[in-house]
């Protein structure tokens, strides 16, 4: 008799794709038993809960938000806080690939060197300049939404933004081949179907959390994953792991943008 922990043909049990999301997006102490046996499987259940993941990395930094303007710190320093305690939690993941890709494609010239830059551990001038842009634009509208309109619609745009930009980050999968025969991308490729339910299910959550301006949102998010992923494709001809990363960010500051303007 085969054992479902060990028999890659068994059916997924129902946190398997809950456990390999939040396993892969977040820095959460995730149950050993929640996730896929099947490395076939495990990338499908990151895109297609990515959302959820999304969901509680927002939740976490509108919780903090929230708390910090109910202090009476002002919209400015509660965004920081806020933000700081998003990226915490997903363990700088998305920061981490804008920056490596902003060095790749800043400071190489050769494909070979664009992606050697990439793989470097190290950060350099068009890396750190990304990363501190991409920071002072997130705290800059979180802070912004909350002069605006108030504490509530920016916890609720904190949550609409993180959850709507996860599974935008296996955006490039779908639109281009792997740039490395011998990356992570290239094993590790989620089927249409998981990305879709992925995208649709962060897309009803920003039209829920964002109300009018959710639609906003979500048109302005694709457009920057598809933006980034067309930039991929004329530096280095494919996707990494550090394209999905960079899309995520750029694709959350982007619905967060079209939420203040909102």
């Keep these: 008799m085969s054992d479902e922990r060990t028999d890659p043909a068994s059916p997924s049990r129902p946190f398997d794709a809950v456990g390999d999301a939040l396993r892969f997006f977040t820095r959460l102490p995730v149950p050993a038993s929640w996730g896929s046996r099947d490395p076939a499987r495990i990338f499908d259940g ?20 929230l708390v910090t303007l109910a202090l009476g710190l002002p919209p ?16 700088a993941l998305h920061q981490d690939g804008l920056a490596d890709v902003a060095d790749g494609f800043g400071g190489g010239k050769t494909l070979e060197r664009k992606l050697a830059i990439m793989r470097d551990s190290g950060i ?30 920016a916890a609720l745009s ?22 490395r025969v011998d990356g992570a991308g290239a094993a590790a490729r989620p089927k249409a179907l998981s990305v879709s339910i992925g995208v649709a299910l962060g897309a009803l959550a920003a039209l829920a959390l964002g109300q009018f301006a959710g639609a906003a949102a979500i048109v302005v998010a694709l457009a ?18 550090d394209v999905c990363g960079a899309c995520a960010e750029i694709a959350e500051i982007a619905a967060l943008a079209a939420l203040a303007a909102g």
């Design 46 to 65: 990151v895109a297609a809960m990515a959302p959820l993941a999304g969901l509680v990395i927002g939740c976490g930094s509108a919780a903090i938000l």
């Design 224 to 241: 920057a994953a598809a933006a980034v992923s067309a930039l991929a494709r004329r530096q280095i001809g494919g996707y990494t792991g």
């Design 76 to 91: 400015l320093g509660a965004a920081a806080i806020a933000t700081a305690v998003g990226v915490a939690l997903s363990g």
């Design 158 to 179: 904190v949550i609409a933004a993180a959850t709507l930009a996860r599974p935008l980050a296996l955006f490039p999968t779908q639109l281009l081949p792997p740039a």
């Design 124 to 153: 350099g001038a068009y890396g750190a300049s990304a990363l501190t842009l991409a920071l002072v634009a997130r705290v800059g509208l979180v802070a912004g939404i909350a002069e605006k309109a108030g504490m509530g619609p």
